[in-house]
């Protein structure tokens, strides 16, 4: 028995199961991998790099297969959006700023507009907006989210009932089936996932970052701002934070972000030691799923997987 919903039905896809865009991690082979697994692959195009694009998409537009591109609001530029929507996706997903100056030339490519939000302002925002899909995104989630975050659990169906009948996707902490099919149960239409998608064959982070994933353990994940501002990121920091495994400078300047950002020759000592060696050359993103990656799968297998564990958890529910 297929899980069939609004999101199912808006894309055609098989699954209720959206791959993240990672920014880095989800390149074109892997978002092409979870379209054709039966997923939504979402390419995570991040700042909007035009070389960067340039070659990802012919990849994912490859796939055949219904397919999308996602965008840091605060960052990318119209251009790119134009750039990626002429490979004809079917979804552009924008995140983490404002969407409104994105929205009518993607509508004008007939793709659907993907907000991802972290409070209840940015969803009736997104509303105002028009958005086809909203991405409800947890604090449980890895990567960058609201420094001021909501729990997954909770935070999902508020939206689902403030934005109905737009469709809902479930974000943050979701790394198995039995996450997906708590999705549902709250009410969205499907989960978006990221850190467990970090882990897979088709992932474009390093081998470094997938084995750290599959070795860490969420007790070590921490949300923090103090590595976009050691590594020098534009990330707006007063409003967004990221989740991270453990890392020396986290230890070293928890709870000094200020002192740390006066400081250029922190910041230098930090470019210093990653051209050392002495740390890693990017911070580990992960979510608090991550207790549940143990392994390094192909990305259209583990989409497979997450279905069937969603459809056996959904049947199980409530029986002895
Ligand atoms: C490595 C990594 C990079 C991410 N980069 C982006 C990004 O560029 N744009 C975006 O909208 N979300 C990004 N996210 C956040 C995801 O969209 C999503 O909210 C999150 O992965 C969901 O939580 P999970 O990691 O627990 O599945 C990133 C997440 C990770 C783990």
Do not use: C
């Not at 039905?9 to 892997?30: K, Q």
């Not at 474009?204 to 921490?222: M, S, W, Y």
Request: proline share 6%.
């Amino acid at each position: 028995m297929a899980l069939s919903t609004a999101f199912t039905e808006m894309f055609g896809v098989r699954h209720p199961i959206a791959l993240a865009p990672m920014g880095g991690s989800a390149g074109g082979a892997l978002a092409a991998a979870v379209s054709l697994g039966g997923g939504l692959g979402l390419l995570g195009a991040g700042q909007g790099d035009e070389d960067w694009l340039a070659r990802e998409l012919p990849i994912v537009a490859g796939s055949g297969r219904p397919w999308g591109v996602g965008f840091l609001s605060w960052a990318a530029g119209v251009g790119a959006v134009e750039q990626a929507l002429e490979y004809g996706p079917r979804a552009v997903m924008l995140s983490f700023g404002d969407p409104g100056p994105f929205v009518e030339r993607i509508r004008a490519a007939d793709a659907a507009v993907i907000v991802q939000v972290t409070d209840l302002e940015e969803a009736r925002r997104a509303v105002d907006l028009g958005a086809d899909v909203i991405v409800a995104q947890g604090t449980e989630s890895g990567g960058h989210g609201a420094r001021r975050g909501r729990a997954t659990l909770p935070f999902v169906p508020v939206v689902v009932d403030l934005v109905a009948p737009v469709a809902v996707l479930a974000a943050g902490g979701i790394a198995d089936g039995r996450g997906v099919a708590a999705a549902l149960v709250l009410g969205a239409a499907g989960a978006l996932i990221g850190t467990r998608f970090q882990a897979t064959s088709e992932s474009l982070a390093d081998a470094a970052i997938t084995e750290a994933i599959v070795r860490g353990r969420a007790q070590d994940t921490e949300r923090n701002a103090v590595l976009d501002i050691a590594r020098g990121a534009r990330w707006p920091t007063t409003k967004y934070t990221a989740r991270t495994l453990g890392h020396p400078y986290l230890d070293r300047w928890r709870g000094r972000e200020a002192e740390l950002a006066a400081d250029p020759e922190a910041r230098a000592a930090y470019q210093t030691d990653v051209a050392r060696g002495v740390v890693p050359p990017l911070p580990v993103w992960a979510g608090e799923g991550v207790d549940l990656v143990n392994d390094l799968p192909p990305a259209a297998d583990l989409v497979a997987a997450l279905a069937t564990q969603a459809e056996n958890a959904l049947a199980r529910a409530g029986r002895p």
